[in-house]
């Protein structure tokens, strides 16, 4: 398995533009443009003129024209921040390469869960992103989809030293993980499906995220990184959680728990992810909700 890993300077030009202070002082609203969701998802992709075309369908031409202006006077202040983090993502770069193979098991499961024969990795670019401004002891990752083109983004603190273990993998794997799932268009339905019919109950743990994303992490975490997945292949610790979540976090680690069992059934008898499985993870919610 070939991981396509891309350490791209434009983007994290981008990025950290987005994440300082630095453009404070300029009259234009860089700000107005750079909190937008729909343009960050632009400032990834093969290239920097294709990047500057995504930008400009965005937003149009005039306005990617002034950006470009102002992108072009704060270049200087990024120099200095890219020579030491440029090395930093490479260390992890490194670290992905090096696990390429522990990865690969861990996809070849999850393509058994998600009920899928075919996903090229090799065809997903994994774009690696320095965070300027995060104190997090941990990597952070999102992906994003669309019929024709997906990637994924993993965020890394810009004093995060590669560690000892394999958490970010899992990390990785879980990303990887909700592409998959899109790969199966009866699973996917599925999953719609019934995070429509909890729409209320959804809503009212989701705290602004989209129901059928919210249930999809619950979901995709009860394997991993929380979940027994993690704990078969990375050594991961699945800690038990009795107390009532209050954040997404906490339900992934609950139902990481609570699931634990069930989770090792489905991968040691290679069982696909099924509508009983589904349902019976609403009534852990139901049953953990005030």
Known sequence: MYLPIIISRFSNLLFFIQKTNKYNSIKFDLQKYLSDEELNLSFYGKGENKIWRQIEKVIGKENAKQIKGFIVFLEPIFVSHWRKTSKHLLLWKRYF???????????LEVKKLSGIKHFAVSKIPIYLISHPASNDKEINA??????KESF??????????????FFPLSVL??????LMLRKNRNLFLKITKIAEENEKLLTKLGRGMPNRIFLEELLISSFIPEGYLSKKYFNTKVVSHTSMPKDLLMWRKFIASKFYQTAKKYINNAQRIDEKYLKNLIEIIKHNTK
Do not use: C, G, R
């Not at 390469?97 to 098991?105: I, M, S, V």
């Not at 994924?152 to 273990?165: D, S």
């Not at 794997?173 to 909700?178: I, R, S, T």
């Open 152 to 165: 994924i983004v993993v965020e890394i603190p810009f004093n995060l030293k590669v560690p000892n273990n």
């Open 142 to 147: 999102w992906f994003s989809w669309t019929p």
């Open 97 to 107: 390469q090096n696990n390429q193979l522990l990865l690969q098991q861990t996809i």
């Open 173 to 178: 794997a879980h990303e990887l993980f909700h």
